[in-house]
Each structure stands twice: as C-alpha cells, then as structure tokens.
C-alpha cells in the first residue's frame, strides 16, 4: 500500500471555492502572474507553504482555551520550556513571533561584521538576517545537494570537505558558529543523516566552533533517520530527536512547521552569556522573556503541537501523503526533483517547460498556469526568487535550480485533493508546449518575486 490513511478524523471543516477557468484567467491577469497577488479565498488548494498552514488537533485548541495571558510568568510558558528542555534539551527557551526573530536574535548576539556562517544550505530568511548583521553566508551542502535528478537518501548532508576548507581558509575565530537545516527546505526538503551530524559535531569541537541547528522541519528529518539510517530503526522518535540535538549547542524554531502551529517560534541555547544577550534583545523588540511576541494560548499551542509531531502514526502518514503526490507524478513523466523531500514535492521547470528560457521565467509560468488551469497555488524558487543583475557587468543571473514547490500543508489535505493535484499536473504537462514566457513589468529592489507584476510574452 503506497499510503496510509489518515491517523485522524475531521471535527471543523472550511469550505474551500471552486471558480471557473474564465474567472481565474482574470484574477492572475490582474494578478500580474504573481501567486502572491491572489486574493485567497480564490485558491482551491493551497501549497504556497507548510508554514503556519497546520491544521490544529483538538487538543491544541483545547490548550488554546486555557492560555495565561499574564504579562509575567504564564503558566504556558513553563510547559514550552519544559517540553522544550525535553525533545531538544537545552537549557534557555526564548520565544519569539516566528523563527526569523530567532534567527535575527541569535546573530545579533553572536556576530562580528565579516563573521562567517557555513549551512548546509541557508533559507532566505537566515541569510538575510545574517547579512543584516554584516555576517557572510556559506552553503555548504554536499554538491549532489544541488542536482535535482540524483537520488541519495540524505541529500541535505554537510559537505565535510567544504567545511574544513573554510575553516582552514578563514580561521575558527571567523567562524563563530556553523548552522545545520533540518531538512534543508532551499534544498528540496532533504534530511540530513545522524553521522553527517555526529562528524560535523566532532569537527567543530576540534575548533570549538558551536552548531545550531534551523529545526523547523527536525521531526520530519527524524522520521527520515529512522525509515533509512542504521541502527535507528528501534528507536522512538523522541529518542531520535534527542539524541540529534545532543550534537549541538542550540536551535532556531519555527513553530510554524513542525510545531503545527499557525504562529511562533523560539531561539533554544545552552550558552548562558548569549542566552542574556538575546534576551535583552528580546525584551526591545517582541516582549518579556515569557511571552516573546505570542499570546499565552500560542505558547500552549506550540508546545502541545511538539509533542504530536513526535508520533510515529502521525509522521508516517505525513511523509507518506507527500511521497504519494511524487509518486502519481513520477508515473505521469512529470519531471521532479528527487528523492521526494519532506515537506513538499519539487516540480523541475526547467524540464517541464523546456522551450521557455530562462530570461522568460518558466517557473513562474508554470506557477501562473497551474493556479489558472486548476485553481492550485504553489511558488516559483527559480529565475523570480533568485535572478538579478550582475552589479559590475550589468547582465541577467539566473540560478541553477528552476523548481516550482509545492508545499503540503500538514493535516489539511485528503488523499482526493491530492489526487486532484496530481491530475491536474499531468494534464497541464500533456499540453505544456502552449503555455508561454512571461515578461517583468514591474520589479522592487528587494526580494521581488512577492511584488513583481509580469505579463505573458507573445511569441
Ligand atoms: N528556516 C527555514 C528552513 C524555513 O523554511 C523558514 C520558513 C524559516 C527558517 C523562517 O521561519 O517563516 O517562521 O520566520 N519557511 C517558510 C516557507 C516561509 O514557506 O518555506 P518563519
């Protein structure tokens, strides 16, 4: 049986809205070609993104209802930190809004200008706030890391190699600590193996260079860990988690992902003196050191949705519904990028859309296409996101990855809705060669792919 049935019944429905192609044709039109233009109560199914698109259980909610909203000292405070100390075990808990704070507070404390950070690959938000704080980001993922067609079951891994260059190349004291992406979501939502951790781990001690972990997405890289990793096939995921964590000194959350919440985040250390500086900072910009940004009843939320993540039912299915999407399009010669990632199936628009070149934005296209095709919404991580201009020559930059993603929101989605993507998918691929390019007519400075208007291009 390729997938499991749901590990849950339905209490609360949202009705979602069927619209008419001619009725579509219009919204991205007047959306300029833009997903993120689209006003949502007119997308059928949603895989823009995993993050803080979870569907809460009952007994979330239920924690929702006996949130402390003292200013000071909330009760749910306490039972993050402790389910927090727990699964991960560090010792100071920062709560934060949503994991970039996490991020901003961790290299505001630990950063000197031209400090260097290496990742297996870094996620926009991490880079940037690296950058914001003068630091320089380095992707460090193995190199089959960024080829979409090789199948290699941890394929978010650390390249060693790399990372002993850079060390050596700059020095530890430019190096104050190195991070790792469980799984590497700019990656294609690849896991990283418990011995790609453990050596990274027993390199850095050699430097006493620290490791964070970006754990949105740790549960999922778990599960992976213990379906294909030897010796972990026993172990409960807890255990798995706990032990993932040991090899390192701290983590940026998003609870948005696996803390199935819609809201939140938090920074976890172990380093006393840092833990003070972040928190000073804390206290400037989200909140006391209890509540960081979130309500009480948030607090509750995320921490009983760290403790579902961990189920084995759960994650099965969870791995297994995204598995079963890249399935049915593998078996429809849709081209993706393998193996199937975590969180989210691939689509290779470079190959889908082979006759649109790279300056004509395919991935976008094919973004535009399946929302007016099909009223499905999902993001272009290609020649949009990533492409600019060359600051000395001038010239057009392109990436080397043209994907399209397409996010699964957990616990949202039925098996019908998903066969429903599929299909869709492998009827747009059947016609592919009449969709066309697109061209920019509008572009902001910064991170243009969320405002940029385009238009199709006719020839
Ligand atoms: N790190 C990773 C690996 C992420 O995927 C994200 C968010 C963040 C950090 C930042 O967390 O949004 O709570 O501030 N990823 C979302 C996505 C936005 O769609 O992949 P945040």
Redesign the pocket.
């Known amino acids: 049986m390729l997938f499991p049935a749901e590990p849950f019944k339905i209490k609360v429905v949202e009705a979602i809205q069927k619209t008419s192609f001619e009725e579509r044709d219009r919204l991205i039109r007047q959306a300029g070609y833009n997903v993120f233009m689209l006003p949502a109560e007119k997308i059928y199914i949603d895989l ?5 698109t979870s569907a809460m259980s009952d007994n979330q909610w239920a924690g929702m209802m006996i949130g402390d909203e003292s200013y000071a000292g909330s009760r749910n405070y306490f039972r993050l930190e402790e389910t927090v100390r727990d699964i991960f075990g560090y010792q100071y808990i920062i709560p934060t809004h ?4 996490a ?1 901003n507070l961790l290299f505001n404390a630990m950063l000197k200008p031209g400090d260097i950070v290496p990742n297996n690959i870094h ?1 926009d ?2 880079r940037a706030n690296i950058e914001y704080n003068k630091g320089i980001a380095l992707d460090l993922v193995i190199d089959e890391g960024f080829d979409p067609d090789t199948e290699l079951p941890f394929k978010g891994n650390m390249d060693l190699r790399k990372l002993v260059r850079v060390i050596d190349q700059h020095g530890p004291q430019k190096i104050p600590l190195v991070m790792i ?1 469980i799984t ?3 990656g294609g939502g690849q896991p990283v193996s418990m011995e790609n951790i453990r050596q990274t781990r027993v390199l850095l001690q050699k430097y006493n260079i620290p490791l964070i972990f ?1 754990a ?2 740790f549960a999922e890289n778990c599960y992976f860990i213990k379906e294909g990793e030897h010796g972990y096939h026993n172990k409960s995921l807890k255990e798995i988690a706990r032990e993932l964590f040991s090899h390192g000194d701290g983590c ?1 959350m ?4 696996d803390g199935l919440a819609n809201i939140g ?1 938090f920074l976890a250390l172990n380093d006393p003196q840092i833990a003070e500086k972040a928190t000073n900072l804390l206290i400037i910009v989200e909140g006391f050191p209890t509540y960081g940004g979130l309500a009480g009843r948030d607090l509750e939320a995320i921490s009983r949705g760290l403790q579902e993540v961990l189920n084995e039912d759960y994650l099965h299915y969870r791995i297994s519904q995204v598995r079963y999407l890249g399935q049915l399009l593998l078996e429809g010669q849709v081209p993706i990028l393998r193996p199937i990632g975590g969180h989210a199936v691939y689509l290779n628009a470079k190959a889908f859309l082979p006759h649109i070149p790279k300056s004509q934005f395919p991935g976008q296209a094919l973004a535009a296409e399946l929302y007016r095709s099909a009223g499905i919404r999902s ?1 272009e991580i290609g020649s949009l996101m990533f492409g600019h201009k060359d600051r000395e020559t001038g010239e057009d930059v392109f990436p080397e990855l043209e994907l399209v993603r397409l ?1 699964i929101p957990r616990r949202v989605y039925t098996t019908m809705h998903i066969n429903y993507v599929a299909e869709s998918l492998i009827e747009i691929y059947k016609k592919r060669y009449q969709i066309k390019g697109l061209k920019l007519v509008y572009e902001a400075p910064f991170l243009r792919h969320f405002t940029a208007r385009l238009e199709e291009v006719d020839s």
């Open positions: 823009l993104t995993d993050s803080g949503q994991g970039r704070m991020e996620f938000t991490t992406t590497n979501n700019s970006d949105c997405r940026t998003s609870a948005k992902k985040g993001v996010a």
